[in-house]
């Protein structure tokens, strides 16, 4: 099956909404966060396609023929909830009674600190979105995982857990568009290097986005995890 490339990112998030659906209906515990996390991160995701990662990573086609499109929003809509709740899901967590402190002010402070960092190494120093997105993740996550030394493990495991996730995502894209990557991909930005067919910048990306997003529902409200004893 081949899909023209102004469907292709369409197809691609509405397959990957499937296992998001499935994680909805199977946690009923992690719903409220999965949708918290789905419309954060596509309000973020938004913001950083139009003014960053579309400029010079990935200039996908959209339905609507826009910079950013409904395939955007749905985009986001997986990627948060799906990342949020990743570690819970295959380690068999859930939440537990006790909370710490939450970090309101500190869950701001930290999306702050990513969009400057990004923004001006992006447009003052010139540097590629990639390197930029790369490097506020770096320290947004740090600043986090600082305060709450707890959640280094979901943090971690939850990037590694998205990268492994990611695969088979890439698969199908290239399985329906074979050559949708050259095609949209700015490849003369990137390093040229890949792995089963997904571009190394995507997979140092995700696993560092993972990392961040991963545990930033915990740290902000507080929350707690242990293991779910049947």
Not at 78 to 103: C, D, M, N, Q, W
Not at 117 to 134: D, M, R, V, W
Not at 150 to 158: E, K, Q, R, V
Request: glycine share 8%; hydrophobic share 50%.
């Amino acid at each position: 099956m081949i899909v023209q490339d102004k469907y292709t990112y369409l197809t691609a998030v509405l397959i990957a909404l499937v296992p998001w659906a499935i994680l909805f209906l199977r946690r009923k515990d992690l719903r409220k966060k999965m949708i918290t996390m789905s419309i954060l991160v596509t309000l973020f995701g938004l913001f950083a396609e139009y003014f960053w990662w579309s400029r010079d990573w990935w200039h996908p086609p959209t339905v609507t023929g826009t910079r950013i499109g409904i395939e955007d929003i749905l985009n986001g809509i997986v990627t948060g909830g799906i990342t949020a709740v990743l570690y819970e899901e295959i380690f068999k967590k859930k939440f537990y009674k006790r909370k710490s402190k939450p970090h309101n002010f500190g869950a701001l402070v930290i999306g702050l600190i990513f969009f400057l960092i990004s923004g001006f190494l992006f447009y003052a120093l010139q540097i590629p979105s990639f390197i930029s997105s790369t490097i506020a993740f770096v320290i947004a996550g740090f600043i986090l995982i600082i305060q709450r030394r707890d959640l280094i493990t979901d943090a971690f495991l939850t990037g590694v857990c998205l990268i492994i996730g990611i695969f088979p995502f890439y698969l199908i894209l290239n399985f329906i568009s074979p050559h949708y990557i050259e095609n949209i991909w700015v490849t003369s930005n990137l390093s040229g290097i890949r792995f089963i067919g997904d571009p190394i910048e995507d997979i140092i990306f995700y696993f560092f986005f993972g990392f961040l997003i991963g545990p930033f529902y915990l740290y902000w409200k507080g929350e707690k995890l242990r293991r779910i004893i049947k």
